[in-house]
């Protein structure tokens, strides 16, 4: 018995739409589909549309599906209207095809998924990698344990771009159009397909089955998006991915997924649908596979029930990597010097092929590789504004006794004046913002010398270092971030969460004014306790310093510092009060206030300088040492230009205290 062909409309036909016309030339001569109707906002050349005889043109979707009958849309137009126009197809009763990625935001998708739901119509989205068999054989193979235990899959991929291929139209290397998430980008589009087959294999396509994504953006071109990017994502059982792309190589190298095993390696090129084995002592085992066209499997889900190969709901995990680019900082310009010339108008990124496979082979991120252009350092803002930046690998030429740490600096107020500090010729250990503490489990991790009972402040060789292990959550507001707190010798001494935002003051009605929301948990690494002790616990008057703690310039004059109830360095070191705040003005003369609270059920006494030099900070241990498993505290600071009054303070407390 003969089947009708499905009646197809193509939405977007210039651009990508030209291989879904080819495609439907194929299957329309074999009599599976026919072309009723294509949908542009341009009109269609005739040549492009031989073969199909006369499908209606219209830049209309939903009328022209139902003039048409259609029962199936290719859905080949902007990220950004996919959501938009997908919904649209789907409630005028059409399956749907959809170009990846599925949309420019976690939302958008989120929106899409409702209506795929509600309708019971097909959503297929167009990953053609997924439909190749090379990916059930790895998935087989992996199950089999035939690699043995998995430590983690990489993904490299760099390919040629002229400046062309960044014009061809209104989004391209854009993040954002008219408001609108478009999140264009080497990750999000050209590679997609890379980490969508890596997360398959690792068994990785719900949402809540990513536990960690850290993203980070480059770009050699002059566009808004990212040209050059690594990710590093966790899944839930543990496994991690990496993958690290550029569109600014010489030429096109095909991309490799590579599956780290105990017992050897697995490389997928999905490009080309080649697996290669490499097990120690055994030649290599190349083997081909073949992959089946999501349309032809889209057509035969709609006629027969075939079970689709890439259906909506199976791209979550990789809709929430779209939204931790979209949500990732800026991408960060690279510089000219770091560029190996053109080639056919296209930028070339210098020894980029290899750096995206030592990624691969390292399951490492560019700033881990000693680039350059990828410094240990992320830019947060405040809204539109960059107000710090947080440098978590501190400087190698840094001496032990500072115990070299991460740290924020510099921080500045919305209009721009300086008001952190590192290294300061007063006190060389001083390092911007960040966590300090004299004294855990003997070892100083605050720097500069320590104080022994009886003795006084005594040089010892007794100081650790705290290391950033890795971030678990990165965007243009913040982070999250783990790290190990270690003696000299190396020993972990504590581990630690840090959860930094920086926003925009919404409660304030003062126009120069940020808040930066700062929480660090402190772990002991084993079934003992941490101890922590300040210099004041042993015997050092008023010294209480230890754990969060801010340092601000030392040129600043006109200093003050002061809480509701009293003003100047000895009535506020030591006290217990709601708020602190510190103002001073720039040799510049440009005035600044800091307004520092604690948050959540355990407040500390504040440690306070203002004379010898200028600088605030809750005391963990101020009469007593500290004897816990855990501690956890939470420091939000007001940053605000112009020199603030008591009252003015208070009522900023107030508001913030609301939120």
């Given at each position: ?236 059982d543990g496994t991690v991915i990496t993958v690290a792309v550029s569109m600014c190589a010489d ?82 310009p690279i510089a000219p010097v770091h560029l190996a010339g053109r080639n056919g108008g296209g930028?070339?990124?210098?020894d980029i092929e290899r750096l995206t496979r030592r990624s691969a082979d390292n399951l490492a ?295």
């Amino acid at each position: 018995m003969s089947v009708e062909p499905v009646r197809v409309v193509l939405a977007g036909v210039h651009g990508h739409g030209r291989w879904h016309l080819d495609n439907l030339r194929r299957l329309a001569d074999r009599g599976t589909v026919r072309l009723a109707g294509v949908c542009d906002t341009k009109p269609v050349d005739a040549a492009q549309l031989a073969g199909f005889g006369r499908p209606e043109q219209a830049s209309r979707l939903a009328p022209l599906i139902r003039r048409t009958g259609a029962e199936l849309v290719i859905l080949a137009t902007p990220i950004h209207t996919h959501a938009e126009l997908g919904t649209e197809a789907l409630r005028a009763g059409a399956h749907l095809l959809l170009e990846k990625p599925p949309a420019g935001s976690f939302a958008d998708y989120t929106r899409l998924s409702e209506v795929v739901s509600s309708t019971g119509l097909a959503c297929q989205v167009g990953f053609q990698s997924l439909g190749s068999a090379a990916l059930p054989y790895l998935r087989e193979l992996l199950a089999e344990n035939g690699l043995g235990p998995v430590r983690g899959i990489g993904v490299a991929g760099a390919w040629a771009r002229p400046a062309a291929y960044f014009e061809r139209a209104p989004w391209a290397g854009k993040r954002r159009l008219n408001g609108i998430a478009v999140t264009d980008g080497a990750l999000t589009n050209p590679f997609a397909h890379a980490i969508a087959s890596a997360l398959w294999l690792a068994g990785a396509e719900e949402p809540e089955s990513l536990r960690e994504i850290d993203v980070e953006l480059y770009r050699v071109n002059p566009i808004e998006a990212d040209d050059t990017s690594c990710v590093r994502l966790r899944v839930a059982d543990g496994t991690v991915i990496t993958v690290a792309v550029s569109m600014c190589a010489d030429r096109r190298h095909e991309p490799a997924v590579v599956v780290h095993g105990q017992h050897g390696q697995a490389e997928l090129t999905y490009t080309t649908d080649e697996v290669c084995l490499r097990r120690p002592g055994a030649p290599d085992q190349v083997t081909r596979h073949p992959r089946t066209d999501l349309l032809e499997n889209l057509v035969e889900h709609i006629r027969d029930g075939t079970e689709l190969l890439v259906p909506l709901q199976r791209t979550g995990a990789f809709m929430r990597v779209v939204d931790a680019v979209r949500r990732a900082a800026e991408p960060r310009p690279i510089a000219p010097v770091h560029l190996a010339g053109r080639n056919g108008g296209g930028r070339v990124l210098a020894d980029i092929e290899r750096l995206t496979r030592r990624s691969a082979d390292n399951l490492a991120m560019f700033s881990e590789l000693q680039v350059p252009w990828a410094p240990a350092e992320q830019v947060l803002r405040a809204g539109d504004r960059e107000v710090a930046a947080y440098r978590w690998r501190p400087d190698p030429g840094l001496p032990p006794t500072v115990a070299p740490r991460p740290h924020l600096h510099t921080v500045r107020t919305l209009g721009g004046v300086e008001v952190s500090e590192t290294g300061p010729v007063d006190h060389p250990h001083h390092l911007g913002v960040g966590v300090a503490v004299s004294d855990v489990d003997g070892t100083n991790f605050w720097g500069g010398r320590t104080y022994v009972r009886g003795q006084g402040p005594r040089w010892l060789d007794d100081h650790g270092s705290q290391r950033h292990l890795r971030f678990t959550r990165r965007e243009s507001c913040g982070f999250t971030e783990l790290l190990d707190w270690v003696d000299r010798d190396g020993r972990t001494v504590a581990r630690e969460r840090r959860t930094v935002i920086a926003r925009r003051h919404q409660a304030s009605r003062l126009p120069g004014c940020w808040e930066l929301d700062f929480t660090f948990r402190l772990d002991a690494p084993g079934r003992a306790p941490l101890t922590i002790r300040s210099s004041h616990t042993k015997g050092r008057a008023g010294a209480g310093y230890g754990g969060f703690f801010w340092r601000a310039p030392a040129s600043s004059i006109r200093r003050r510092v002061f809480t509701a109830e009293g003003d100047g360095e000895d009535a506020v070191n030591g006290a217990a009060a709601d708020w602190v705040a510190l103002s001073g003005t720039s040799p510049s003369g440009r005035a600044w206030t800091l307004i520092f609270t604690q948050s959540g059920p355990d407040r500390d006494r504040w440690f306070a300088r203002e004379r010898d030099y200028p600088g605030i900070g809750p005391g963990l241990a101020w009469e007593r040492p500290l004897n816990t498993g855990s501690v956890t505290r939470r420091i939000r600071t007001v940053v605000a230009d112009g020199r603030l009054d008591r009252r003015t303070v208070a009522a900023l407390i107030r508001r913030t205290s609301e939120r």
